[in-house]
């Protein structure tokens, strides 16, 4: 392979997962949010998710990989990276919180805020322990 060539298939992995990831997302959230009692709850359950996925993900991964991101495989650049960086949405959920807001309700705002945060560090956590056992 050219050198070219292995410069940017990094680039092509990512766009390919974050392709895939952008469009599982509008379709879950879409889902989620006939389920869950706010709108901008199915963000939250979507990212909370790819958090799980991603802390499973890393479990996997050696721990060579894990302390040299800066040389990280091909799968991680598409699985970490495209995908579920793209299934996770850090702009929708603070775009959720500030609509939260403009409408002055303060509850539903923090009690998104914080389960999305703290949600989100359990569930990697958990994905990390159960993909780690």
Known sequence: MSELALAIRPFFLVAIGAITGSWIRMYAIDLFE???PFKHWG???VNVFSAFLLGLFLAWLPNSEL???PKVS???MFISVG???SLSTFSTFVSDLLSTLL????RQFFSLAVLSLVGGLLAVWAG???GDG
Do not use: D, E, K
């Open 34 to 36: 006939r389920f869950l």
């Open 43 to 45: 963000t939250m359950a």
């Open 67 to 69: 302390n040299s991101l």
């Open 74 to 76: 091909s799968l991680f």
């Open 83 to 85: 995908f579920l960086g």
């Open 103 to 106: 409408v002055n309700n303060w």
């Open 128 to 130: 990390f322990i159960l």
